[in-house]
């Protein structure tokens, strides 16, 4: 752990690199703060989830104002998105809450959650170029029925939900111009259902399961330049670049916790 002070900076260079680099994907940089706040910041378990959600809140809105000036709002898909992870995110952070407060049990999640999605992130260049009916790989209906159970696994885990709906759709053919901004705001709706249900939930449960408010107000206003950053510069970066940075860094954090969970 760092000392007073220390943290906060800490958290704001981190969280504003990874934004950086994630955004331009549609991934907030939540699903890689995690294991940095539990290790460096020494945020506890389960406090961790909704300071993560809590990041998101604070750090989405940089790169959703950016987006919006350049005239990508993801549409329909936007609300599509919300609609399934909003329902999802509040049901799992009940669920973190309740049934899955041990440590050992926490770290097999998370390497279940990220190792699938990093090894997406990576693979997905071939899948992005078949453009054929880029819109109608996954119906509408599908769609939200994969929100809601995305939302489900993004409340447990701290991350909204969009940073893994981002690399299917993506993978599946959508443009990340479309993609991004859609994801992004899915991640902020989510999250502020999950930062309000967490906090509603610590006044009837003990232990630390309210947000770090501190931890998360740093990691979001750093995450808030990163993100506008990042938004600022996605034309000018290869999409396949940016996935296959994000995802290898992804599994390496999975396979840390599986390791973590299985010792």
Do not use: K
Not at 47 to 58: D, G, I, S
Not at 249 to 257: N, Q, T
Request: charged share 10%; aromatic share 6%.
């Amino acid at each position: 752990m760092l000392g007073p002070g220390w943290t906060e900076a800490a958290a704001l260079v981190a969280a504003f690199s990874i934004a950086v680099a994630a955004t331009p994907a549609g991934i907030s940089g939540a699903v890689l703060l995690l294991p940095f706040q539990v290790s460096v910041l020494g945020t506890p378990s389960p406090a961790v989830t909704p300071t993560n959600l809590l990041y998101n809140v604070v750090a989405t809105p940089g790169a959703l104002y950016r987006y919006w000036r350049q005239g990508q709002t993801g549409g329909r898909l936007a609300f599509v998105l919300i609609s399934g992870t909003l329902p999802g995110v509040i049901a799992g952070s009940v669920i973190r809450v309740e049934l899955l407060p041990g440590p050992r049990v926490f770290d097999l999640l998370v390497s279940v959650v990220l190792l699938p999605l990093g090894i997406w992130l990576v693979a997905t260049r071939a899948a992005s170029r078949r453009r054929a009916r880029p819109l109608r790989l996954i119906p509408a209906p599908a769609l939200v029925a994969l929100a809601l159970l995305v939302g489900c696994v993004g409340g447990i885990y701290g991350i909204g939900g969009g940073s893994i709906l981002s690399p299917i759709l993506i993978g599946s053919g959508r443009p990340a111009a479309e993609v991004a901004p859609a994801a992004l705001a899915s991640t902020f709706a989510t999250s502020v259902a999950g930062v309000v249900t967490f906090t509603i939930l610590s006044t009837h449960q003990r232990g630390a399961i309210a947000p770090a408010w501190a931890t998360g107000v740093a990691l979001g206003i750093g995450g808030l330049a990163g993100s506008y950053t990042g938004a600022r510069i996605q034309a000018r970066l290869p999409e396949e670049l940016i996935r296959r940075i994000v995802g290898v860094l992804v599994i390496a954090i999975g396979a840390r916790y599986l390791w973590s969970g299985l010792s």
